[in-house]
């Protein structure tokens, strides 16, 4: 047809409503939205907006009501548990709350080495190895395999969490808030990380934030999310520079000014 | 001129722990309640599957010569009516007693566990499991176990049907530990990558409730063994003359007349065996906690030795016009060796009426701690080491609790960085802020409810009366953190502690809440003391900056002689190292590394590890706080190597 390549991830027309015993509420409008490889794809707005819905409806972790959701040509709305196995070598996700995101009852080497023992296929000196593989690609030492995700600081289980998002060598990972309950400071060591992990390993991120300083450090194009729908999508400089939506306008404005003169 | 990089964090290598099965029943084995109800219960196994190795002797014999003796040489415990011994019969009796709670405790968890881990995580099963679990707790048991011995006569078949009556306890213990874990990030990170739901259940979600069903278990455990005790007291489910404890408690109550003595041994051992099953279903909870938990390892032990919390020197007069004074407080955490432990160091800073002082610095600096320590609210074990805390002129620091609590909410107000855990979720939000009103003021209850609506005024909430009607969880989280400075305001106080008031809401709502904060401040002359890591809030809101580093205070000056001319190495790297200045294409400047736990501290300067400008002499010495300019200090050696480098540019 055309030599324009098939999109790693495309959303069309996603819907999600969530019901409880009285009510429905429609979380998702509708949206598409696309990333091709080697892209990172923001997706903002404020709480509420249906911006982490999108991310749990791409991991199967809500069920869709309307539209489809293609990974790297195939259908994943409708994926069985048995072929998630499958789907979870290619696809990853790393979650908000460094406190949360790793089991407190496992060593930080178990809870690396999971994502390969559920694939069944690799034996246990090849599953040490790539752990302390991914150990050093996030700036973790190789004795951390041995300790408890108590014995490290929110910033550090961050980089674990990445770390395991790595372990299968995925094509995409879905990033819902990894940095928001981070310390600035923290956070900056932790964007840089995955952006020198996009870089060396051609990643393609779904990178889910409400904060627009944030977004635009790591992604390449933008989509502003408001009570389930679309509102802007674009290259990030454009949307930026050049912000269409009104919404937008308003995200940039009420954004942390730069108080602080330009440093000369 | 400095690009930093992320490097690996420079921690010790020897922390590990004593983890998996032999570490934990060594440290289980430590505790003195733990290890003796363990060498009870091992006796009590023994005694179940060998008697004979305990009892030598026939528990049937007779000694027609000692009938109904105390203890004597030749039995220890004493015989009953036909002059059998009553140790030996203890011992016999054992192996029933055992019997009837593995078969009521395998069957209780062989029901409950898979049922609850079941319905936590998937709602289908939870609706049919709780309704049967309902309709089993409607059954009278006792009326079930009657029914079941007098068709069978058979006191395991009864323990059985124990353990199922008692299952739907258990299952509602194991659903509601379950049910947060369930909610956690790690498991969908499990779900994301295809483990299955049986897997989940046994890999990351039961090793987080196994406490509570191990309790749980341990109480049922006593259940059965005091139901069966006292089933066979009624005479039911007995097998003469082989032995039981019932047995013998129903034996010793029919010579209770002719000698007390009998019932002591008899009713004894069950109660001790309840206490040591009790006992060790806890010490195990504890231990297996503990293989995971924060702490314990052995260079937290070793370097906490070596610290020694320096004495106090008088503390120094503060300013008149601060309201609020901090000299050289230092406040300790109990080590795990039983020493005390470091966590702020000599901290030291006034805030005036109507000023709002900002105390920046990464998590686990000690700013919170400092926080809770002017609150009088610092957690268990936590002290004061040295120095003092001064309120309008007055040192509080000794004051008692009571009087310290009188400070609270009419001089002090605080208000948290999750302002919906402040909140009840079971009432209004009216009524939680009339409620403070009427604590710090003795108003009557339609007096504190108008001043409640004047107080959401005041926080800029339109339509008061409305949103006084509502629920916590009717209500935004910006909205929720309004509401808790209201209830801060409620007593008027002179000083209100925010710790991280807008790190938790979303960037636009930040803007709002760091306004209303600042109006506050000025129309009430409020005095605020922001806690914070982000200095665009401290910039916004507050006129001085104390920073604070790993314990201890680094720089102290003008918020906008910090912002342009930074004379610490830390501040200047926290002011770096922000991801709201970054620049399209380059990388963002970072200061590489953690900051250390209180236990890795050294005596000498505590940023040596992260600092891009290390000499020698900072790790010589203890590092004092040098003046750097008018109202500003700094404590860093090499100052001038900052003024002359100026902010990297």
Redesign the interface.
């Known amino acids: 047809m055309t030599d324009v390549p098939e999109p790693l991830l495309q959303v069309d027309e996603l819907r999600v409503t969530y019901r409880s015993q009285h009510r429905h509420v429609e979380a998702i409008k509708g949206v598409s939205l696309r990333v091709d490889a080697g892209e990172v794809l923001g997706l903002v707005g ?3 907006s249906g911006k982490s819905t999108i991310g ?1 409806a791409i ?3 809500v069920p869709v009501t309307g539209g489809t959701i293609r990974f790297a040509g195939q259908d994943i709305v409708e994926v069985r ?2 072929e ?5 070598r290619s ?3 790393i ?3 460094p406190y ?8 930080i080497g178990s ?1 690396l080495a ?2 390969m023992r ?2 069944r296929q690799f034996d246990r000196a090849s599953i040490d190895q790539r752990v302390r593989e991914v150990l050093n690609k996030v ?3 190789d ?1 951390a395999a ?6 490290f ?4 289980r961050q980089r674990i ?1 990445i770390a ?2 790595l372990m ?1 060598s995925p094509k995409l990972i879905i990033c819902d808030e990894p ?1 928001s ?1 981070l ?7 932790v ?3 995955l ?1 020198d992990l996009k870089a060396e390993l051609g990643l393609s991120m779904l990178f889910i934030s ?5 977004v ?2 790591i992604a390449d194009s933008i989509v502003v999310l408001r009570h389930g729908e679309i509102v802007e999508q674009g290259l ?2 454009r949307v930026y520079e050049d912000p269409h939506a009104e919404y937008t306008r ?2 940039l404005a ?8 330009q ?2 | 001129m400095t690009v930093l990089i992320p490097s690996p964090a420079a921690t010790d290598a020897d922390g590990g722990r004593q983890s998996g099965a032999p570490g934990r029943i060594r440290r289980l084995l430590t505790r003195p309640l733990g290890a003796a109800s363990v060498v009870y219960l091992l006796l009590f196994v023994v005694a179940a599957i060998a008697p004979g190795l305990l009892a030598p002797g026939n528990p049937q014999a007779p000694d027609f010569a000692h009938v109904l003796s105390t203890p004597t040489a030749g039995h220890i415990l004493g015989t009953d009516s036909l002059g059998r011994d009553i140790y030996t019969r203890i011992i016999y009796g054992a192996g029933q007693s055992l019997a009837g709670i593995l078969m009521a405790g395998i069957v209780a968890a062989a029901i409950g566990i898979p049922c609850g881990l079941a319905s936590s995580l998937s709602r289908r099963v939870d609706a049919v499991v709780s309704r049967a679990s309902d309709l089993v707790l409607s059954i009278p048991s006792i009326i079930v176990l009657l029914m079941v011995l007098a068709f069978s006569n058979n006191l395991n078949l009864a323990m059985a049907a124990l353990g199922l009556l008692t299952a739907p306890g258990l299952i509602r213990v194991t659903r509601s530990a379950a049910l947060p874990v369930v909610e956690e990030p790690y498991v969908a990170a499990a779900k994301v990558f295809g483990l299955g739901r049986v897997a989940i259940a046994i890999r990351h979600v039961l090793p987080r409730v196994i406490g509570p069903i191990l309790v749980n278990l341990s109480l049922i455990a006593t259940h059965a063994l005091i139901i069966a005790a006292g089933l066979n007291y009624l005479d039911l489910g007995l097998h003469p003359p082989t032995p039981s404890w019932g047995g013998l408690l129903h034996d010793s109550a029919q010579v209770l007349d002719q000698q007390a003595w009998t019932i002591v041994p008899s009713g004894g051992v069950i109660a001790l065996t309840v206490i040591a099953i009790v006992l060790l279903g806890d010490a195990v909870r504890d231990v297996t906690a503990e293989s995971w938990g924060p702490g314990h390892t052995r260079a937290i032990r070793r370097r906490a030795r070596r610290m020694v919390v320096r004495p106090a020197e008088p503390p120094a007069e503060p300013v008149l016009d601060a309201v609020l004074a901090l000299r050289d407080l230092s406040i300790t955490f109990p080590a795990p060796d039983g020493g005390q432990l470091p966590v702020v160091q000599d901290v030291s800073f006034d805030i005036k009426r109507g000023e709002a002082v900002g105390i920046v610095g990464e998590s686990g600096c000690g700013k919170t701690i400092t926080g809770l320590a002017v609150l009088g609210m610092l957690p268990p074990g936590a002290q004061i080491a040295g120095g003092s805390i001064w309120v309008n002129g007055r040192d509080v620091t000794g004051l008692p609790a009571r009087e310290r609590a009188g400070l609270r909410g009419k001089t002090i107000a605080f208000i948290s960085q999750e302002p919906m855990v402040a909140l009840d979720p079971l009432f209004t939000v009216g009524y939680q802020i009339a409620e403070a009103v009427r604590v710090h003021t003795g108003l009557g209850r339609a007096a504190a409810w108008r001043r409640a609506e004047e107080l959401l005024t005041q926080v800029r909430i339109n339509e008061p009366d409305r949103v006084a009607k509502s629920y916590p969880h009717e209500i935004s989280g910006g909205m929720a953190q309004r509401v808790a400075i209201a209830i801060a305001l409620a007593g008027n106080p002179e000083i209100l502690i925010a710790d991280e008031p807008t790190t938790a809401l979303d960037v636009s709502v930040q803007g709002e809440i760091i306004e209303l904060l600042s109006s506050l401040q000025d129309e009430k002359g409020l005095a605020i003391m922001l806690i914070s890591h982000d200095w665009e809030v401290v910039s916004e809101l507050c006129t001085r900056a104390v920073v604070m580093y790993a314990g201890q205070v680094v720089e102290r000056a003008r918020v906008e002689d910090a912002l342009d001319d930074p004379r610490h190495p830390y501040t200047e790297g926290l002011l770096a190292a922000n991801p709201h200045l970054v620049v399209p294409g380059e990388p963002l400047r970072t200061i590489p590394g953690n900051v250390p736990p209180p236990s890795d501290w050294p005596e000498s300067c505590h940023f040596q590890d992260r600092c891009a400008y290390v000499r020698a002499d900072c790790r010589a010495q203890p590092i004092p706080m040098v003046s750097t300019g008018p109202e500003r200090s700094s404590r860093c050696l090499y100052v001038e190597l900052l003024e002359s480098t100026g902010v990297a540019s």
């Open positions: 404020a709480s509420g749990n991991l199967g972790l548990p048995r998630r196995k499958v789907l979870a696809l990853q996700a979650f908000q709350n949360g995101s790793l089991n407190p009852t496992k060593t809870t999971e994502p559920v694939q700036g973790m030492p004795d041995k300790r408890f995700p108590s014995e600081s929110g910033g550090q969490a395991r998002a299968l940095v309950s310390d600035l400071s923290i956070q900056a060591q964007l840089n990380l952006r409400h904060d627009l300083a944030v635009r450090y990030a400089s308003t995200l009420v954004a942390p000014q730069r108080r602080r003169a440093p000369g």
